[in-house]
């Protein structure tokens, strides 16, 4: 079954650390995106990716940093530096004509 | 940037038709229209998609006009489980450039 892959489903932080989420796709898609999306609200985006080795800052960059190395995979690192990491992570794939698949996303709660 | 504007929320009753309008003044020649539908800690589902005129599948029919700056998304008689929040999503997909979502229309169908 093709599809997007995100790990882990639930993620618990202490303040002050890193954590990375995963976002793995089997679809042979070569745009990858990540999305943080708050109780209520729309989905902002963080980061995205054309192609391996290059990605590209969304509008809610700060805080946050990603690698490309594989087309498979596109892991967030949420950084110590983000403010209000506490938030709903999506992670999505597209081939083009803005038709996007989403994973089923990652709830990270830092305390 | 093709940005997008829908209404906050809308109200229907089972059975009902609802259509929900985006306004997408700025969209570029190569830019498609896609909705998605989201419910609650799920990561948002393809519903249509349409570059001009009138596109319909089994769940929804999409009108855009010539001008393509707006669309329209037809939902016939609506049921309870069509509750969720709907997007409209105006891009290329394919990484080049930034795919930014509306803050989404909540369509809330009551009995």
């Known amino acids: 079954d093709g599809g997007i892959t995100q790990s882990p489903k639930y993620l618990f932080r202490k303040e002050g650390q890193n954590v990375t989420l995963s976002c793995e796709q089997n679809?042979?898609?070569?745009?990858m995106y990540w999305y943080r999306q708050d109780p209520g609200q729309g989905l902002r985006l963080i980061y995205y990716?054309?192609?391996?080795?290059?990605?590209q800052k969304g509008d809610i960059a700060e805080g946050y940093s990603v690698s490309r190395e594989k087309k498979e995979s596109f892991p967030l690192t949420v950084t110590s530096a983000q403010k209000n990491p506490t938030a709903f992570y999506l992670c999505?794939?597209?081939?083009?004509?803005?038709?996007?698949?989403f994973g089923n996303g990652t709830r990270l709660t830092v305390t | 940037l093709a940005k997008t504007t829908q209404p906050i929320s809308m109200d229907s009753y089972e059975g009902q038709e609802v259509n929900i309008t985006c306004s997408h003044n700025?969209?570029?020649?190569?830019?498609?229209i896609t909705w998605y539908q989201q419910f609650p800690s799920q990561g948002p589902r393809f519903i249509i998609q349409?570059?001009?005129t009138k596109v319909t599948n089994e769940v929804a029919s999409l009108f855009i006009p010539a001008d393509r700056k707006s669309s329209t998304l037809s939902l016939p008689r609506v049921s309870l489980s069509d509750t969720a929040v709907y997007y409209c999503?105006?891009?290329?997909?394919?990484?080049?450039?930034?795919?930014?979502f509306g803050s989404g229309t909540r369509l809330q169908v009551q009995p």
């Open positions: 349409g570059y001009k």
């Open positions: 679809l042979n898609h070569d745009a």
């Open positions: 700025n969209i570029a020649t190569n830019d498609y």
């Open positions: 999503l105006v891009g290329d997909g394919t990484g080049r450039r930034a795919l930014t």
């Open positions: 999505a794939s597209s081939i083009g004509r803005s038709v996007l698949h």
């Open positions: 990716s054309q192609i391996v080795n290059d990605f």
